[in-house]
């Protein structure tokens, strides 16, 4: 049997790579459909592309980072046999091993010091870095390298800070620099006048300099991001690899990688940059030389669908126009309705509390003065859309920090809320049933349905104080419900979480 010559990674879209030295294979995060989503909406990958899984060669592996919905998809894994073990790290909820198992597959945890090794491929899944978002403090950075090599070492930093178990190797030299660092490009800027997870409500608080640039993104990425991997010779970019259910202005803006590794490698001289698209191949060669490319002949692009998106995209540019938004869910019937309410008040105490441990609960616990003067102990406001029964009306609720307890209060006009809370949120009704039912994930409805406003920084927003309270790490039950809805469409049984 040849030895193996190097290490090719092919891209297959968004955030998934194909990993072979030639003799075996590791396929991490697989995506392999057309889109993604835990619940009823889709995401569609971006640029559209089509797997050909029965061409694709057989992984001998597959690597699960971590479980956010653009990583962990059950029906991409059950296209794949299920003879093929998954490995995962020790942090992942077990309600998403358990989904997996009910596939058929075995899954097998591993730790931050032992090496996993398939066939001549030594795999170390990193922790992330300490300044991680929470909601990103589970993800495994794969190290991937030849066994018994370093030096031409692949490091996937996939959605987290760079490991600071890492940095150290690299400083204490345990480790050589890795030869090739692919980052996550996750600024999903929306263009103005469009729904999008970081806009503001609030007046002067939206416009087209709240979007992030692409100068911000390749900066944060390619000079902040790659400063502690000093010696990396080659980046690659990957992320911004869907759109946005329903929207009306195709991809987001800055996700064509191409482009972007272009511009950035007429802009600095510190690495040579690469921007794959689905079915591009980065070949690194053992023993050093350069980083070549190709294609793989079972990934297909659709250049006519991608053309299309990119139209609607120029024309929104050329013309902006406010997206309102609508529900991402099906409205309740009648008979549903008694038990919504009776789920949205079970629920209700436990969010009051929990706000309280996030960043929009310490500001809004510490203010003391809001527009009109002094503030009183309801400091938010949450505005539920269409309740049962009472379509195009507002069900509104005051988050009174002395409790901490949501108390029901007349509805305003948004103008008039906004006035009077410093953090207020809008959602669907019907949306938030479903997320507690398991019928949607709360980035389906942060990402397609929700609006809101907040004063201080983007992270002190109600969206992710949502994130901390209904993540997959503070909710495995409602985590494992969602799971349970996509395993019997898969025609798999699971009894939902209780």
Not at 108 to 118: A, E, G, M, Q, S
Request: aromatic share 8%.
């Amino acid at each position: 049997m040849a030895a193996p010559t190097g290490l090719e990674l092919t891209f297959l879209g968004h955030q998934t790579w194909h990993i072979t030295d030639g003799l075996s294979t590791v396929l991490l995060d697989p995506i392999l459909a057309e889109a993604f989503g835990a619940g009823n909406l889709e995401f569609p990958i971006w640029p559209p592309r089509t797997v050909d899984v029965a061409a694709m060669p057989t992984p001998d592996a597959v690597i699960l980072s971590h479980e956010h919905l653009d990583h962990f998809h059950l029906p991409s894994l059950n296209l794949l046999p299920k003879t093929v073990p998954v490995y995962t790290g020790m942090t992942t909820p077990a309600a998403v091993t358990d989904a997996i198992e009910v596939l058929g597959f075995t899954v097998h945890r591993l730790d931050h010091i032992t090496p996993l090794t398939v066939g001549d491929i030594e795999i170390i899944l990193y922790p992330a870095g300490a300044r991680t978002l929470f909601w990103e403090q589970r993800v495994a950075q794969p190290l991937i390298r030849l066994a018994g090599t370093t030096g031409n070492d692949v490091f996937i930093g996939v959605d987290a800070g760079v490991s600071d178990l890492y940095i150290e190797q690299l400083t204490d030299g345990a480790l050589a620099p890795p030869r090739l660092a692919i980052v996550s490009n996750n600024a999903q800027t929306v263009p103005y006048e469009a729904l999008g997870a970081d806009n503001n409500l609030l007046p002067g608080m939206d416009g087209p300099r709240n979007r992030k640039t692409g100068v911000e993104i390749l900066h944060g990425l390619l000079i902040d991001y790659c400063k502690p991997l000093d010696g990396v010779t080659d980046v690659a970019l990957c992320g911004n690899g869907f759109t946005a259910p329903r929207s009306p202005h195709g991809p987001f803006l800055y996700a064509d990688h191409a482009a972007l590794a272009e511009a950035a490698n007429a802009l600095q001289h510190l690495f040579r940059v690469h921007g794959p698209r689905p079915g591009d191949r980065l070949t690194v060669p053992h023993g050093g030389g350069s980083l070549t490319t190709s294609r793989a002949g079972w990934v297909q692009l659709d250049k006519a669908a991608e053309a299309r998106a990119l139209d609607e995209q120029r024309a929104f540019l050329a013309n902006p126009k406010k997206v309102e938004p609508s529900p991402i869910t099906e409205p309740l019937a009648e008979e549903e309705w008694d038990t919504a309410r009776a789920l949205l008040a079970e629920e209700l105490p436990r969010l009051a509390r929990e706000l309280i441990a996030t960043r929009m609960g310490a500001l809004a616990s510490g203010i003391h003065d809001y527009l009109s003067g002094p503030v009183g102990s309801r400091r938010a406001v949450l505005r539920l859309l269409d309740p049962p029964g009472a379509e195009g009306t507002i069900e509104s609720y005051a988050w009174n920090i002395t409790g901490p307890v949501w108390e029901l209060v007349e509805s305003t006009g948004r103008e008039e809320a906004m006035a009077l809370y410093p953090f207020g949120t809008e959602i669907y009704y019907q949306d938030l049933i479903a997320v507690f039912q398991g019928r949607a994930q709360i980035w389906d409805v942060v990402g397609g349905s929700y609006q809101g406003w907040h004063i201080g920084e983007p992270l002190d927003s109600p969206v992710y104080a949502l994130f901390a309270a209904y993540g997959e790490h503070q909710r495995p039950d409602l985590a494992a419900r969602c799971y349970a809805h996509s395993l019997t469409a898969l025609g798999y049984t699971q009894d939902a979480a209780a």
